[in-house]
């Protein structure tokens, strides 16, 4: 009889790590949760044009209420330019991203079969050969990292258009500001 205790059956499996299924699950959502992420960040950047937009109209006003020459005005000019590249970056975030995917996967060889970079390139039949050796967890792992890249490069986009805006209203108070006693 040995004096230590035998090892539970959930010890072995945590020392053994995920089984496959397990990781083809953890990769199935995490690639779920990035699409989300990244739908998200396009959904944030509409509302943030279309409320961005609308709050010109009461800025306008305060403006040409505070002095009547304002829309001559350099200042009023450099908010209006502010405006428009503020509504770019937004834009921008929308905007599709091109991919390196060597750069990304770090040298695996990946067939794209997830997502299908050109269409045009397969035929079905070419699809369907490229299925039969297909390694899915692999696959899986570079479509994972490509979405995170993507994810990333939209968050970065979406954090240089916040701080556009910062600008732009940091633009108007000093214009409006400067322009009170016209």
């Known amino acids: 009889m040995s004096l230590t205790p035998s090892p539970d059956v ?3 499996a945590m020392q053994a790590g995920p089984s496959k299924d397990e990781r ?3 990769l199935k959502q995490a690639i779920a949760f990035t699409e989300w992420t990244i739908r998200s960040f396009d959904t944030k950047a509409q509302i943030s044009i279309a409320a961005f937009v609308l709050s ?4 306008w006003s305060i403006l040409t209420s505070a002095c ?6 350099p200042l009023v000019v450099v908010l209006l330019v502010l405006l428009v590249v503020t509504i770019l970056l937004f834009g ?5 991203v091109t991919l390196a995917p060597a750069k990304l996967t770090g040298g695996w060889q990946t067939r794209g079969l997830f997502y299908v970079a050109d269409p ?4 079905a039949s070419q699809y369907a050969e490229r299925l039969k050796d297909l390694t899915v967890e692999e696959e899986l792992a570079a479509e994972t990292l490509k979405l995170a890249y993507i994810r990333e ?6 954090k240089t258009a916040l701080k556009a805006v910062v ?7 000093l214009a409006f500001l400067l322009l009170r006693s016209c």
Do not use: G, H
């Open 10 to 12: 959930d010890e072995l």
């Open 24 to 26: 083809l699950d953890f």
């Open 56 to 59: 010109m109209s009461p800025l």
């Open 68 to 73: 009547p020459r304002a829309a001559s005005s």
């Open 92 to 96: 921008y975030v929308i905007w599709p």
């Open 120 to 123: 045009n390139q397969l035929t």
């Open 153 to 158: 490069i939209k968050s970065r986009r979406f």
């Open 167 to 173: 600008v732009f209203y940091a633009w108007a108070l």
